[in-house]
């Protein structure tokens, strides 16, 4: 998981991002990271360079065949937690992306997917 945030950090930079907006993406990446470690035990997160009519951007996705998430809008609001930590993880990473989908089903797993637009 360590080495996904310094790869984040890396192509963030290989693809043109500023230092600042390649921190942000990394500290998304490792909030995933965590949630994975945490809520699923084990997991995969992806980088992609990407690119639409909008411009390249670079996409990641996290995701695990863990236990899901049963109530998805409670999971996004600042403050809430299973886990009894600050439950800041999702909503913050909301924030620090320009896209973010999350889909999660109950048994099954969750996937994350983000984008940072150029
Ligand atoms: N990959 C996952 N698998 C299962 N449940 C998850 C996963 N990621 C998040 N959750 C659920 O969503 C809740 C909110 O996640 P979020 O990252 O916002 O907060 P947190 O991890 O509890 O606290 P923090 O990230 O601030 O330490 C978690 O408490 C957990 O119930
Ligand atoms: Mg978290």
Redesign the pocket.
Known sequence: MAVAIMRARQQCQEAGFDVSTSCRVATAVS??A???V???GQ?EIILLRVSAPRGAGIEIR?Q?Q????TD?E???E?R??????????????RRLMDDFDIK?EPGA??R?TIRKWL
């Not at 863990?66 to 998430?69: N, V």
């Open positions: 909030e995933l965590r949630n994975i945490k809520y699923a997991g996290a695990d863990g236990p899901g998430i998805i409670k999971a996004m600042d809430y937690s299973t886990g009894r930590t600050l439950g800041l993880g999702l909503p913050g990473v999660t797993g969750t994350v």
